[in-house]
């Protein structure tokens, strides 16, 4: 984790100090090497968030491009007392969970049902598969042109000869990053591909973005599950070619 709490107090790590989980108060000691991004680690996390995973420094780097205040909220479901740590979650209410490791879909669709306005920043960068199938991206995608002007959104009838197929059925926005930890110089310059949830007709919607482009889109707070549907109802109802 990237902050603890020492005296009551939300804390990046500090060499030398010791600090407990906000989750669930055990005792965690500061990692400050010159190797790895500075966090926190557990002296135990028996009792912690059963939803919690290693972080590797792919996974910590993107929650440190949001305010620290957004940064490993805990939220409540008042209704059935379930919590859980977001690892970002914004102040109009999106969760932005950011995943490397493979993920089980039956807690990838627990964590979409808890958190439900979402979107997933994904590694897909972790298997060589992965990073050699989106290199042909534009073969497998048409641009949507809209009389003479060139939008940035794309409809793909083969998202699964791109895109890992166990995030194709994301009822929420799934973020490809290829440029993570694994990253081949074969990349450099690849865009994130944003992979909006469901159909329009046969095909799915993507968006090539920026890194830049997808952090100032969250950080103005212009996404929401509202704001997808929206450009979806919209893609939908244009005449284009």
């Given at each position: 984790m990237l902050t603890a709490n020492i005296d009551g107090n939300r804390s990046r790590p500090l060499p030398g100090a010791i600090g407990t989980c906000p989750f669930?108060?055990?005792?965690?000691i500061p990692r400050c090497g010159e190797v790895r991004v500075h966090h926190?680690?557990?002296k135990s996390i028996a009792n912690c968030d059963p939803w919690r995973e290693p972080e590797t420094d792919w996974h910590r780097e993107w929650k440190n491009e949001f305010p620290l205040r957004w940064q490993e909220k805990i939220l409540n479901d008042k209704k059935t007392g379930e919590r859980h740590i977001a690892d970002v979650h914004t102040l109009?209410?999106?969760?932005?969970e950011v995943q490397h490791s493979r993920l089980d879909p039956k807690e990838r669709r627990a964590r979409e049902s808890f958190y439900q306005d979402?979107?997933?920043i994904v590694d897909a960068s972790r298997?060589?598969?992965?990073?050699?199938?989106i290199l042909n991206w534009r073969q497998f995608m048409a641009r949507i042109i809209q009389g003479r002007t060139k939008t940035n959104l794309y409809l793909s009838k083969e998202a699964q000869n791109i895109f890992p197929d166990d995030w194709l059925?994301?009822?929420?926005?799934v973020c490809f990053d290829y440029m993570g930890p694994k990253s081949d110089p074969a990349l450099d310059g690849l865009p994130l591909f944003l992979l909006y949830p469901g159909s329009i007709g046969?095909?799915?919607?993507?968006?090539?973005?920026?890194r830049d482009g997808l952090l100032r889109s969250i950080l103005s707070e212009q996404v929401s599950m509202n704001s997808v549907r929206d450009i979806m109802h919209n893609v939908s109802?244009?005449?284009i070619r």
């Open positions: 669930c108060h055990s005792e965690m926190w680690a557990h109009s209410g999106l969760t932005v979402m979107i997933w298997l060589a598969g992965n990073r050699k199938k059925s994301s009822p929420v926005p046969d095909k799915r919607l993507v968006e090539p973005l920026p109802r244009l005449r």
